[in-house]
């Protein structure tokens, strides 16, 4: 970002069926392409993107939230689930007066992006979502229940160290800036605030009260999911089944696992500018190639349709 360019930040305090929830609009007055609203993970807060800023504001505005249930918002009980969340989200694209918009979402927050585009396609101009699968595996939800019991035993340190380990690859696979991400990882985890470990306990109370993916997903803007090469939390293979049921792009980031947003920030923030731009994307040094897992699906559909 140009050291001249004035970034203005506000925090919107805006309600969603009775909730209170906070969303962030940051600027410098460049439109290059529509409003970015990010929808992050799960431990991802308003404010836990601002590192992106330097390179996404030269073209667009961002939009950052703490939904109902997360940081600085009102305690929302885990009976409130996706469709819930989808909801205060596109409040928030009518609150605020964004008009269609580029939605990104990481991890826990790409099946809510995803749901929107799904529900309210008119509200979604480009699509691009990191880490999703199309279901919670049998082992993801023993592991979030092995999660729950050692909260509740108090075990905070281990809790951390289970949960790094899931979240990051084996030691022996390439993985950018792996030690520094994994010790800030475990003293964030470490040091959560009775309030944010109160958020988590009832983040994985709703994670296994719902249905988080949809079955037969739609969606007619441009999508493109991406995961890191050597994601073992949230497999490739499963984004990729994503974007051939969506009919969108799907690649791998070089040198990143779950994490990648942390470890490769800087090309995680190029990608965006690139993709919610109407850039190539090929020739990018940091991605492998780039695959149309749609295209196929999309030909089979059409040849069954006319007898083919």
Not at 122 to 132: G, S
Request: hydrophobic residues 40%.
């Amino acid at each position: 970002m140009s050291t001249t360019a004035c970034v203005r930040a506000t925090d919107h305090e805006l309600e969603y069926r009775g909730f209170r929830f906070v969303a962030r609009t940051a600027t410098t007055g460049a439109a290059a392409t529509e409003p970015l609203v990010i929808i992050g993970g799960s431990s991802q807060y308003r404010h836990s993107w601002m590192r992106y800023e330097r390179q996404l504001l030269e073209h667009t505005s961002m939009v950052t939230l703490d939904l109902p249930g997360y940081g600085d918002s009102d305690h929302l009980p885990a009976e409130h689930g996706p469709d819930f969340l989808v909801g205060a989200v596109h409040h928030t694209i009518g609150a605020l007066s964004l008009g269609p918009v580029n939605l990104f979402g990481g991890c826990f927050g790409s099946p809510i992006a995803l749901r929107l585009a799904h529900d309210h396609p008119r509200a979604v101009r480009r699509l691009m979502l990191t880490a999703l699968t199309a279901e919670l595996t049998p082992e993801a939800v023993a592991r979030v229940h092995h999660w729950s019991r050692m909260w509740d035993a108090g075990q905070f340190g281990e809790l951390a160290d289970a949960m790094v380990g899931e979240f990051m690859s084996p030691a022996h696979l390439p993985v950018k800036r792996r030690r520094i991400v994994e010790r800030h990882m475990r003293h964030t985890m470490a040091t959560r605030d009775q309030r944010a470990l109160a958020q988590d306990f009832t983040h994985r109370e709703r994670l296994l009260a719902h249905s988080w993916h949809l079955t037969h997903p739609t969606v007619t803007a441009p999508a493109l999911l991406i995961a890191g090469e050597h994601d073992t939390f949230t497999p490739p293979a499963r984004g990729r089944e994503v974007a051939r049921a969506i009919g969108g792009r799907f690649t791998t980031v070089k040198e990143a696992d779950h994490l990648l947003h942390l470890e490769r920030d800087t090309e995680l923030a190029d990608l965006m500018v690139h993709f919610f731009t109407d850039r190539p994307l090929d020739s990018l040094p940091y991605l492998n190639p780039v695959e149309h897992p749609g295209a196929a699906s999309a030909v089979h559909r059409s040849s069954t349709r006319t007898g083919g």
